[in-house]
Every structure is written in structure tokens, then in C-alpha cells.
């Protein structure tokens, strides 16, 4: 992916063109139908030469707002996260390579997630590092009943 071609003309423009493209009517859709997806990879998808993870998220981030979906975006997101770096799930034992995947893990996740959030985020990062969930555990989506427990929904 060339990062200096992303941001070349109207990327909002090229990215929802793109989205549309493939059959979908929101960023959000599209993203949902992959929901163990890098950031990343959705960008490559959708133009590996000129579109980035960043743009994805940042157009994730405001069709979560307007839809007021964003703890929803969140749990995604993390579920991003651990399916890159705990490919086989959560680890039976949290010895130091472990615990570093682990960590980058959440600490990815902390950085694509909105200011309002971020101290509630942190704190569930703690709690799984504290109380890790079963070995091998890895959500395949931000209905996860753990990732409920955990992030729920906020009332609108």
C-alpha cells in the first residue's frame, strides 16, 4: 500500500465509491461481513494503492457515531486485534512472549479507539490481562457473549 497515494484527491470519495462497488451499502457492512479483518487488510481490499487502515477506521468511526453504534465499532475492533496477534486464540499460559502479544494487542486497540473511551478500554485491557478468559478463546465478531459481558452496549 503507498501511504502517499492514500490521501490523494477525495479519499471519503474513492473509499465509499469502492464500498459501493462491492455490494455494499456502508463501510460499516462491508466491514462486518469480514469481522476478523486487519485494518489493513480491509484497506488492500478496497485499494491496496491508495486507500489506508486509518481512512477505514476514521469512516468506521463516523458511521458508528451517526448510527450512535460506537461501543459496537470498539468490540470490533478488538476483535480485530486479538485475531492478528493471537492467530490461535487466547494463550494457556501468560509467560513473557505471551504476554507481549497480548499487550501490543490491547495497546492497538487503545489507539483506534475514540478519547471518550479510552479510560474504560484500558480498564478491560487490565481485566483480561488479570482474569484472562479460557485458553483459545478468540471472538469471531463484536457480539462475542465475553466481549458483551465486558464492553456492553450503551442505552441511546
Given at each position: 500500500?503507498?501511504?502517499?497515494?492514500?490521501?490523494?484527491?477525495?479519499?471519503?470519495?474513492?473509499?465509499?465509491?469502492?464500498?459501493?462497488?462491492?455490494?455494499?451499502?456502508?463501510?460499516?457492512?462491508?466491514?462486518?461481513?469480514?469481522?476478523?479483518?486487519?485494518l489493513?487488510?480491509?484497506?488492500?481490499?478496497?485499494?491496496?494503492?491508495?486507500?489506508?487502515?486509518?481512512?477505514?477506521?476514521?469512516?468506521?468511526?463516523?458511521?458508528?457515531?451517526?448510527?450512535?453504534?460506537?461501543t459496537?465499532?470498539?468490540?470490533?475492533?478488538?476483535?480485530?486485534?486479538?485475531?492478528?496477534?493471537?492467530?490461535?486464540?487466547w494463550?494457556?499460559?501468560?509467560?513473557?512472549?505471551?504476554?507481549?502479544?497480548?499487550?501490543?494487542?490491547?495497546?492497538?486497540?487503545?489507539?483506534?479507539?475514540?478519547?471518550?473511551?479510552?479510560?474504560?478500554?484500558?480498564?478491560?485491557?487490565?481485566a483480561?490481562?488479570?482474569?484472562?478468559?479460557?485458553?483459545?478463546?478468540?471472538?469471531?465478531?463484536?457480539?462475542?457473549?465475553?466481549?458483551?459481558?465486558?464492553?456492553?452496549?450503551?442505552?441511546?
Amino acid at each position: 500500500m503507498s501511504e502517499g497515494r492514500s490521501w490523494e484527491g477525495n479519499w471519503k470519495v474513492r473509499l465509499y465509491e469502492r464500498v459501493r462497488e462491492r455490494g455494499y451499502d456502508s463501510l460499516t457492512a462491508f466491514a462486518e461481513a469480514r469481522p476478523i479483518a486487519s485494518l489493513v487488510a480491509l484497506a488492500e481490499e478496497l485499494g491496496p494503492d491508495d486507500i489506508a487502515g486509518v481512512q477505514v477506521f476514521s469512516g468506521l468511526l463516523a458511521e458508528a457515531e451517526r448510527s450512535r453504534r460506537v461501543t459496537r465499532l470498539i468490540r470490533g475492533q478488538l476483535v480485530r486485534e486479538l485475531a492478528e496477534a493471537l492467530p490461535n486464540g487466547w494463550p494457556t499460559v501468560l509467560d513473557d512472549a505471551n504476554r507481549f502479544d497480548v499487550a501490543h494487542a490491547l495497546a492497538r486497540w487503545g489507539t483506534f479507539t475514540p478519547e471518550p473511551h479510552k479510560e474504560r478500554v484500558r480498564r478491560i485491557g487490565d481485566a483480561l490481562l488479570a482474569t484472562p478468559p479460557p485458553a483459545g478463546w478468540l471472538p469471531r465478531g463484536p457480539d462475542d457473549e465475553l466481549l458483551l459481558t465486558l464492553l456492553p452496549d450503551e442505552p441511546v
